[in-house]
């Protein structure tokens, strides 16, 4: 497995553009696809992007397309998120998780990080 911290959150004015961490340790970084995920409050876990292993392919949540960037580094062992003209609606905790394939949904993810929080005013 995998272990992951994310960083990079905070209070932004809607507008603003935030760039998101997931700083990673372990060998096989270089082997799992890694994603991200959001959880605003009291609503389910939201699947936001993901990145192969190589990151030559990648894959967003239709809502979400044009205003999110998923990449990595496989040297630093680093993947982004970044965040474009945030919103309100984009308030949430943001999550980096690991899998053995391209998916979109939460159950394929295997390693989890702990999250940072976002949070967006008008």
């Known amino acids: 497995q995998v272990q992951l911290v994310e960083s990079g959150g905070g209070l932004v004015q809607a507008g603003d553009s935030l760039r998101l961490s997931c700083a990673a340790s372990?060998?096989?970084?270089?082997?799992?696809?890694m994603g991200w995920f959001r959880q605003a409050p009291g609503k389910e876990r939201e699947f936001v992007a993901v990145i192969s292993w190589r990151g030559v392919n990648t894959h967003y949540a239709d809502s979400l397309k044009g205003r999110f960037t998923i990449s990595r580094d496989n040297a630093k062992n680093m993947v982004y998120l970044q965040i474009n003209s945030l919103k309100v609606e984009d308030t949430a905790v943001y999550y980096c998780?690991?899998?053995?394939?391209?998916?979109?949904?939460?159950?394929?993810?295997?390693?989890w990080g702990q999250g940072t929080q976002v949070a967006v005013s008008s």
């Open positions: 998780a690991a899998a053995d394939r391209m998916a979109a949904v939460a159950t394929a993810f295997g390693s």
């Open positions: 372990g060998r096989t970084f270089n082997s799992y696809c």
